[in-house]
């Protein structure tokens, strides 16, 4: 019961700061709103998580790797937020509460979940599954960026960096979540060694 309180609690939190991320969009129709904020890793991310958690709210029971798989890509979105985007920019109001609530609140949040309540029977086998979000989308947003000429972040701005430039930031962003998979699953092993 407290695994799926917390989990409705922690989707509160992400639907919010998902309606105030649309809502710091003040242009635009609704169509032109969702279609920018359908560029962004996190929100997306943010989104599939959401629905993740208002999911174990209702009793559904995900399986120790996907939990794992979503941890890491949330984590992945504080992580590049705060070590290498938030300097870039100075949101205000709004926006900024948005920004903490989907770079900090949520990806610490889901943490602490995962640490209390998640399944921890994960392998090192499960790493390429987890990796097949982040490669599925840094392909999207190349190529949304090759159609339209939006580009979501300054790392894969093919326009400003150029092809090769941009092919080496999605691979080492790879590299890296794929270090950090191995990390959550020797952690998850810790954690499952531990005596109850």
Same mark, same amino acid.
């Given at each position: 019961?407290t695994?799926?309180?917390?989990?409705?609690v922690?989707a509160v939190?992400?639907?919010?700061?998902?309606r105030?991320q649309?809502d710091a969009?003040v242009t635009g129709?609704?169509v032109?709103?969702l279609?920018?904020m359908?560029g962004?890793?996190?929100?997306?991310?943010n989104a599939i998580?959401?629905?993740?958690?208002?999911a174990i709210t209702?009793?559904?029971? +995900?399986? *120790?790797s996907? !939990? &794992?798989?979503?941890?890491l890509?949330?984590v @992945?979105?504080?992580?590049?937020?705060h070590?290498v985007?938030?300097?870039?920019?100075?949101?205000?109001?709004l926006?900024?509460?948005?920004?903490?609530?989907?770079h900090?609140?949520?990806?610490?949040? +889901?943490a *602490?979940?995962? !640490? &209390?309540f998640?399944?921890?029977?994960?392998r @090192?086998?499960d790493?390429?599954?987890w990796l097949?979000?982040?490669?599925?989308?840094?392909?999207?947003?190349l190529?949304r960026?090759a159609?339209?000429g939006?580009?979501?972040?300054?790392?894969v701005n093919?326009a *400003?960096?150029?092809?090769p430039?941009?092919a080496l930031n999605c691979?080492?962003?790879l590299?890296?979540?794929?270090?950090?998979?191995?990390?959550?699953?020797?952690?998850?092993?810790?954690l499952?060694a531990?005596p109850?």
């Amino acid at each position: 019961m407290t695994a799926r309180l917390t989990a409705f609690v922690l989707a509160v939190i992400g639907l919010a700061a998902l309606r105030g991320q649309y809502d710091a969009h003040v242009t635009g129709t609704v169509v032109d709103r969702l279609w920018v904020m359908a560029g962004f890793f996190t929100l997306l991310t943010n989104a599939i998580l959401v629905v993740h958690l208002f999911a174990i709210t209702k009793g559904w029971a +995900f399986s *120790a790797s996907r !939990l &794992a798989g979503l941890l890491l890509s949330i984590v @992945m979105v504080g992580a590049v937020y705060h070590l290498v985007l938030a300097g870039l920019w100075n949101p205000q109001g709004l926006a900024w509460w948005t920004q903490q609530g989907l770079h900090t609140a949520m990806p610490l949040g +889901f943490a *602490a979940w995962w !640490l &209390a309540f998640a399944p921890k029977n994960v392998r @090192m086998g499960d790493i390429p599954q987890w990796l097949i979000w982040p490669m599925a989308y840094c392909a999207y947003a190349l190529i949304r960026g090759a159609a339209t000429g939006f580009w979501p972040y300054p790392f894969v701005n093919v326009a *400003a960096i150029g092809w090769p430039r941009v092919a080496l930031n999605c691979g080492i962003l790879l590299v890296i979540f794929a270090a950090l998979g191995v990390a959550i699953v020797m952690l998850a092993r810790r954690l499952q060694a531990r005596p109850s």
